[in-house]
């Protein structure tokens, strides 16, 4: 941690987890320190940060609070963003600032904000930075991300097939939900006081599972000691990036033991295609149990690019993943074997390194049952030697990687996915 700028906490998490109450609760424990607070509402009033000036001695008077309305600072307002940030610190000194983020905001983008500023090759800088050339993050340093999760609501919202609008921009309630989970140095589990001890538990396992580096902090109203979430040095943008519990799975796969309430995860390989019209019928009737899913895989006839299945709740999207290095001009292909050297011990002589890989966590799930699910999409021996053009494939198409928009090709675990209703 830089001793020598701001500390700056982003504060996530849905609607009606209890975000502003956190806040507030912060703002009052805090009398020996002077923060700073910066609110984000997608509505043109900003009733968040009214409620963080009822609630206490911050105010927008004083420049200690700024209101930003009308849009979500992990897409829209992110040049908003830098500019707020620069205007609390380039007046006054305070020690510490906390953005409270709208409920439909994405953490991993905020954190890029805050931490390569306009760096950012899909963020144009704004007038005052034209104008000026400061650096709206030379005063300041991204301290630590916090999630607020609704342990009352959280099966429910894991669920859930409500779909939140975020300025035009559609997004599934489970998946964003999961989305804030694995991108956090520290998970506030709140409502405690409205969930018995059993589920409570349960819930707390998953977000364990889900991220396995962030602290768990039960919470009731919002009362959490400040020291818990302002300036805890926490921060670190790889390890919070690469720190997913499917990412630790997928580089660690073992068959976890039944856990005390059911949380579970396994691995599911293949070294053949899944035939797309079972594995579609599949994915429309995924078990509700699984809480989160995904890796890459295989699909019969499209032997040119992996595709992506990331599953979260009951959100589903699929993206591609990149091409298979067996689809690869002879020359690059070389490359990737010098590369990675490993490759050659896993390689199949007549289909490469085509194949599916993919975390599946959830809870009380039967894996066996799962996997037989899992097998039974693959092709059979006599499919195999089909003409796999023959089969109805209901996926999304993507164009060629190298044809896409640069900004397409930026982001794929976001622009590049589709969410999927098979069934539809």
């Given at each position: 941690?830089?001793?020598?700028?701001?500390?700056?906490?982003?504060?996530?998490?849905?609607?009606?987890?209890?975000?502003?109450?956190?806040?507030?609760?912060?703002?009052?424990?805090?009398?020996d320190?002077?923060?700073?607070?910066?609110?984000?509402?997608?509505?043109?009033?900003?009733v968040?940060?009214?409620?963080?000036?009822?609630?206490s001695?911050i105010?927008?008077?004083?420049?200690?609070?700024?209101?930003?309305?009308?849009?979500?600072?992990?897409?829209?307002?992110?040049?908003?963003?830098?500019?707020?940030?620069?205007?609390?610190?380039?007046?006054?000194?305070?020690?510490?600032?906390?953005v409270?983020?709208?409920?439909?905001?994405?953490?991993?983008?905020?954190a890029?904000?805050?931490?390569?500023?306009?760096?950012?090759?899909?963020?144009?800088?704004?007038?005052?930075?034209?104008?000026?050339?400061?650096?709206?993050l030379?005063?300041?340093?991204?301290d630590?991300t916090?999630?607020?999760?609704?342990?009352?609501?959280?099966h429910?919202?894991?669920?859930s097939?409500?779909?939140?609008?975020d300025?035009?921009?559609?997004?599934?309630?489970?998946?964003?939900?999961?989305?804030?989970?694995?991108?956090?140095?520290?998970?506030l589990?709140?409502?405690?006081?409205l969930?018995?001890?059993?589920?409570?538990?349960?819930?707390?396992?998953?977000?364990?599972?889900?991220?396995?580096?962030?602290?768990?902090?039960?919470?009731?109203?919002?009362?959490?000691?400040?020291?818990?979430?302002?300036?805890?040095?926490?921060?670190?943008f790889?390890?919070?990036?690469?720190?997913?519990?499917?990412?630790?799975?997928?580089?660690?796969?073992?068959?976890?033991a039944e856990?005390?309430?059911?949380?579970?995860?396994?691995?599911f390989?293949?070294?053949?295609?899944?035939?797309?019209?079972?594995?579609?019928?599949l994915?429309?009737?995924?078990?509700?149990?699984?809480?989160?899913?995904?890796?890459?895989?295989?699909?019969?006839?499209?032997?040119?690019?992996?595709?992506?299945?990331?599953?979260?709740?009951?959100?589903?999207?699929?993206a591609p993943?990149?091409?298979?290095?067996?689809?690869?001009?002879?020359?690059?292909?070389?490359?990737?074997?010098?590369?990675?050297?490993?490759?050659?011990?896993?390689?199949d002589?007549e289909?490469?390194?085509?194949?599916?890989?993919?975390?599946?966590?959830?809870?009380?799930?039967?894996?066996?049952?799962?996997?037989?699910?899992?097998?039974?999409?693959?092709?059979?021996?006599?499919?195999?030697?089909?003409?796999?053009?023959?089969?109805?494939?209901?996926?999304?198409t993507?164009?060629?990687?190298?044809?896409a928009?640069?900004?397409?090709?930026?982001?794929?675990?976001?622009?590049?996915?589709?969410?999927?209703?098979?069934?539809?």
């Amino acid at each position: 941690m830089d001793e020598q700028t701001i500390p700056v906490t982003v504060l996530s998490g849905t609607l009606g987890a209890g975000k502003t109450t956190t806040l507030n609760h912060v703002l009052s424990e805090s009398d020996d320190r002077d923060l700073a607070v910066l609110v984000n509402d997608m509505g043109e009033v900003n009733v968040d940060a009214d409620l963080v000036a009822e609630s206490s001695d911050i105010s927008a008077d004083d420049e200690e609070l700024i209101e930003l309305s009308n849009g979500c600072i992990c897409c829209e307002l992110r040049g908003d963003l830098l500019e707020a940030i620069d205007a609390l610190t380039r007046e006054r000194e305070f020690d510490a600032i906390v953005v409270e983020s709208t409920g439909v905001a994405e953490p991993l983008p905020v954190a890029q904000t805050l931490t390569l500023g306009f760096d950012q090759s899909d963020l144009d800088p704004t007038e005052f930075y034209e104008e000026t050339g400061i650096e709206p993050l030379e005063n300041c340093h991204l301290d630590t991300t916090v999630t607020v999760v609704d342990a009352h609501q959280f099966h429910e919202a894991m669920r859930s097939d409500e779909i939140l609008d975020d300025d035009g921009t559609k997004k599934h309630l489970g998946d964003l939900l999961v989305e804030q989970v694995e991108f956090c140095d520290v998970l506030l589990l709140n409502k405690c006081d409205l969930v018995d001890e059993s589920t409570l538990a349960e819930v707390e396992e998953t977000l364990a599972t889900l991220q396995p580096r962030a602290e768990i902090v039960r919470t009731t109203h919002g009362r959490v000691d400040p020291e818990t979430v302002v300036e805890t040095g926490r921060f670190d943008f790889e390890d919070a990036s690469r720190s997913a519990g499917w990412i630790r799975e997928l580089q660690q796969p073992h068959e976890s033991a039944e856990e005390e309430h059911g949380v579970t995860s396994f691995v599911f390989e293949a070294r053949r295609p899944f035939h797309p019209e079972r594995f579609a019928y599949l994915l429309d009737e995924f078990p509700e149990n699984v809480v989160r899913s995904k890796g890459h895989f295989w699909l019969a006839g499209r032997e040119e690019t992996a595709l992506a299945l990331n599953v979260a709740g009951r959100s589903i999207r699929i993206a591609p993943a990149g091409s298979w290095i067996a689809a690869l001009p002879p020359e690059e292909r070389e490359e990737q074997f010098e590369a990675y050297p490993d490759l050659e011990e896993t390689w199949d002589d007549e289909w490469g390194d085509r194949g599916t890989r993919l975390v599946v966590i959830g809870t009380e799930m039967d894996h066996e049952s799962i996997r037989d699910h899992f097998e039974l999409c693959l092709l059979t021996d006599e499919e195999m030697d089909a003409d796999w053009t023959t089969f109805e494939d209901r996926f999304p198409t993507f164009e060629p990687l190298e044809e896409a928009d640069e900004d397409e090709t930026e982001s794929l675990e976001h622009d590049g996915q589709e969410e999927i209703g098979l069934a539809d």
